[in-house]
């Protein structure tokens, strides 16, 4: 049955040589954008491009203010700081995301508790969130804190798995009640939508990601999304080393950070999402042809969107039966020119952070155990 697999996914890609899980694909402006940075010697913190990046997006994605940054990374430590996260604060995330997540909430000196994914988007459940919230939290005034540690829980941090997005209108409602800050962490949804709504804008500070094996990429970059111009400002000036603006002089007010992205990656941003209508389409066909392939199939299961969303199906996902199959299956594919991989080590099993509390985790252990990613590049 694997060898069937494999080659329909080598006739999906049509090629016999091996077929990689994500790489980027440069069938537009690209070299010619590029090639204006060069020429006018605006390659650096600096050009155009920058600001032309930032306001396309604030379009596509219905932002009020968009701030370009070096990478997604550094865009979720810097969401995290805007939205009040201090050291020894604890931010509520998912066992079940990239290391990048845990990382930013680390930057601060906070404290990471994992709480469990939903089985229909598998990104942070809010029923588990308010289970948790309910039996270890207390509100003293506008801040909640855990009764246990005594520490204040300021932030929550959802990740769109696979660009599915999670049950945001739940998920607001649960935080607000709690005066907890959402940062949606978004690297992977550019191009999702939840109730035909941009993911990353429902909450204070959305973070982006255009790494290489990302839906579009910059080589390296990350973007914040604001509804509060005032805050997205704020993020503009803290992320270009707090310079007060003035001809020759330098004078800056405040700690600031070098982390605005150059202008040739913006360059390659502009020319990407000007695509992404047609890359979107292209995604989306390929995860149709996954999903009609898999249809009969009862020991693979596709993931398929969840109800009320459109999903940009940035990496496609199939589930197996169990731990046993999805290693036998991960080995298969791989040792036979189709290139697939099991879902992140869960965070809570990584030295850095197996201390750290959970809840029961126990969907996202299901998950871990049988989630394979297919190819999933555009074609
Ligand atoms: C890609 C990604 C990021 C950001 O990664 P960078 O490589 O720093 O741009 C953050 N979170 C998740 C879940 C990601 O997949």
Same mark, same amino acid.
């Given at each position: 049955?694997?060898?069937?697999?494999?080659?329909?996914?080598?006739?999906?890609?049509?090629?016999?040589?091996?077929?990689?899980?994500?790489?980027?694909?440069?069938?537009?402006?690209?070299?010619?954008?590029?090639?204006?940075?060069?020429?006018?010697?605006?390659?650096?913190?600096?050009?155009?491009?920058?600001?032309?990046?930032?306001?396309?997006?604030?379009?596509?994605?219905?932002?009020?203010?968009?701030v370009?940054c070096?990478?997604?990374?550094?865009?979720?430590?810097m969401?995290?700081?805007?939205?009040?996260?201090?050291?020894?604060?604890?931010?509520?995330?998912?066992?079940?995301?990239?290391?990048?997540?845990?990382?930013?909430?680390?930057?601060?000196?906070?404290?990471?508790?994992?709480?469990?994914?939903?089985?229909?988007?598998?990104?942070?459940?809010?029923?588990?969130?308010?289970?948790?919230?309910?039996?270890?939290? *207390?509100?003293? !005034?506008?801040?909640?804190?855990? &009764? #246990? /540690? =005594?520490?204040?829980? +300021?932030?929550? @941090?959802?990740?769109?798995?696979?660009?599915?997005?999670?049950?945001?209108?739940?998920?607001?409602?649960?935080?607000?009640?709690?005066?907890?800050?959402?940062?949606?962490?978004?690297? *992977?949804?550019? !191009?999702?939508?939840?109730?035909? &709504? #941009? /993911? =990353?804008?429902?909450? +204070?500070?959305? @973070?982006?990601?255009?790494?290489?094996?990302?839906?579009?990429?910059?080589?390296?970059?990350?973007?914040l999304?604001?509804?509060?111009?005032?805050?997205?400002?704020?993020a503009k000036h803290i992320t270009t080393?707090?310079?007060?603006?003035?001809?020759?002089?330098?004078?800056?007010?405040?700690?600031g950070y070098n982390y605005r992205?150059?202008?040739?990656?913006?360059?390659?941003?502009?020319?990407?999402?000007?695509?992404?209508?047609?890359?979107?389409?292209?995604?989306?066909?390929?995860?149709?042809?996954?999903?009609?392939?898999?249809?009969?199939?009862?020991?693979?299961?596709?993931?398929?969107?969840?109800?009320?969303?459109?999903?940009?199906?940035?990496?496609?996902?199939?589930?197996?039966?169990?731990?046993?199959?999805?290693?036998?299956?991960?080995?298969?594919?791989?040792?036979?020119?189709?290139?697939?991989?099991?879902?992140?080590?869960?965070?809570?099993?990584?030295?850095?952070?197996?201390?750290?509390?959970?809840?029961?985790?126990?969907?996202?252990?299901?998950?871990?155990?049988?989630?394979?990613?297919?190819?999933?590049?555009?074609?």
């Open positions: 049955m694997y060898k069937e697999v494999v080659s329909f996914i080598h006739e999906l890609y049509d090629t016999e040589e091996t077929v990689p899980l994500h790489v980027p694909a440069f069938r537009g402006n690209e070299k010619k954008y590029l090639n204006e940075c060069i020429d006018s010697t605006f390659v650096s913190s600096i050009g155009k491009f920058v600001d032309r990046f930032e306001e396309m997006m604030t379009e596509y994605t219905g932002a009020s203010k968009a370009v070096v990478n997604g990374t550094n865009a979720l430590h969401a995290l700081m805007l939205a009040g996260v201090k050291r020894d604060d604890v931010v509520l995330t998912q066992a079940l995301t990239f290391i990048a997540t845990c990382n930013a909430i680390s930057y601060i000196g906070a404290h990471p508790v994992f709480i469990d994914v939903d089985k229909d988007t598998m990104g942070l459940s809010p029923v588990a969130l308010e289970v948790w919230l309910i039996e270890n939290t *207390e509100i003293k !005034g506008e801040n909640c804190y855990n &009764k #246990h /540690t =005594g520490r204040r829980i +300021k932030a929550c @941090v959802p990740m769109h798995t696979f660009g599915h997005p999670v049950h945001l209108d739940e998920l607001v409602e649960v935080c607000n009640r709690f005066h907890i800050n959402i940062v949606e962490d978004a690297a *992977e949804s550019l !191009g999702s939508f939840y109730k035909g &709504k #941009h /993911t =990353g804008t429902f909450s +204070k500070v959305g @973070v982006l990601s255009f790494n290489g094996n990302k839906t579009i990429t910059t080589g390296g970059g990350g973007m999304l604001f509804q509060d111009e005032e805050l997205g400002g704020f080393q707090a310079k007060v603006p003035h001809r020759w002089e330098f004078v800056h007010d405040h700690i992205m150059p202008n040739i990656n913006a360059a390659l941003g502009c020319a990407q999402l000007e695509q992404i209508g047609d890359i979107l389409e292209n995604k989306r066909q390929t995860a149709e042809k996954y999903k009609v392939y898999f249809e009969d199939n009862n020991d693979i299961k596709f993931f398929a969107e969840p109800i009320n969303c459109h999903s940009n199906y940035w990496l496609n996902a199939v589930i197996l039966k169990d731990k046993q199959s999805q290693q036998e299956f991960l080995k298969y594919t791989n040792d036979n020119g189709v290139m697939t991989r099991p879902i992140w080590e869960l965070m809570n099993r990584l030295p850095m952070f197996k201390d750290c509390e959970t809840d029961g985790l126990e969907n996202t252990q299901w998950f871990a155990d049988r989630v394979v990613n297919l190819p999933s590049s555009v074609r």
